[in-house]
């Protein structure tokens, strides 16, 4: 199970590389890493411990969660937080029905 991880979570660091058609070698001077390890840690041979990861992230410009989990950032949802801000709270359970029927239809469609 950890080297299956280790596999996957190597993937998408070095998909991500690719993404942004760095090298090895750039990735780890941005990074401030050896490229050595940057090859270790692509392979799924090798760990890494928060701070690589921390300089990873930063390089890369992608999420722990993503490289992590493979989960994509998170939108801002700011626009819709302020458009509920002002709403009386007994609309609430409304809203969250609407929501909940609207991305029920998303998924039955398919999109």
């Known amino acids: 199970m950890k080297k ?8 998408r660091i070095r998909k991500t590389r690719e993404a942004l058609g760095y090298s090895r070698e750039a ?11 940057i090859g270790t840690i692509e ?11 921390i300089k990873l992230c930063h390089a890369l410009g992608t999420s722990a ?10 939108s801002d949802l700011s626009t819709i937080d302020a458009m509920l801000s002002g709403l009386d709270s007994k609309y609430i359970p ?18």
């Open 43 to 53: 392979l799924g041979t090798g760990s890494f411990t928060a701070e690589s990861l």
């Open 94 to 111: 409304y809203v969250e029905d609407l929501l909940s029927a609207y991305l029920k239809s998303l998924r039955l469609s398919g999109k």
């Open 65 to 74: 969660d993503y490289i992590l989990f493979g989960a994509e950032e998170q």
């Open 27 to 37: 990735l780890a001077e941005k990074a401030d890493l050896a490229t050595s390890f």
């Open 4 to 11: 299956q991880l280790n596999v996957e979570i190597g993937g």
